[in-house]
């Protein structure tokens, strides 16, 4: 595993193996509200474990500078996580394959400003990440009793930096 990892520009291509991009990109999918309101239909696959539902919660991501120092990496086996910002900042999405239980290719994206991402189930993604300032999420994902957090520690940390 490389041990530096160069921050990439956030594209539906390039993200859909980890999950979706929510956004209002492109055309609406209909017009609603005498036609006063664009709506933007099911941008993100959600999946909940039947032993919880999904819950909306927000977050309060204090900033990191770059280069980023990556410890470790989570991922969570009984739901998905969206990730919807509630300020224009843009923040740094860092996700990673999965090997036999060990996450590996990580890569690090950076998110457009009011762009939100879906991380799906079981995807090794770095903890939030907001750059320069603090920011606020609205955050969709499961709630239940059962542990729905799997940690990975790398044994030296990465280093998540611009390209030159």
Not at 25 to 49: W, Y
Not at 69 to 93: K, N, T, Y
Not at 131 to 149: K, M
Request: proline share 8%; hydrophobic share 45%.
């Amino acid at each position: 595993m490389h041990n530096i990892i160069l921050i990439e520009p956030l594209t539906v291509e390039a993200f859909a193996p980890f999950g979706d991009i929510i956004d209002a990109a492109g055309e609406p999918t209909v017009m609603i509200n005498n036609d006063k309101c664009a709506r933007h239909t099911d941008l993100a696959q959600l999946s909940f474990d039947a032993g919880g539902r999904a819950g909306i919660s927000v977050f309060d991501g204090q900033p990191y500078a770059l280069p980023h120092s990556l410890p470790l990496v989570e991922r969570h086996p009984l739901g998905s996580q969206a990730f919807i910002p509630m300020s224009d900042a843009p923040f740094l999405v860092i996700v990673a394959q999965d090997r036999d239980g060990v996450p590996t290719a990580v890569r690090a994206f950076l998110t457009k400003c009011q762009q939100g991402i879906n991380i799906h189930r079981n995807v090794w993604h770095g903890v939030l990440t907001p750059l320069d300032s603090p920011a606020q999420f609205a955050v969709i994902d499961w709630i239940g009793s059962e542990n729905n957090l799997e940690e990975f520690v790398f044994d030296t940390a990465l280093r998540v930096e611009q390209p030159a």
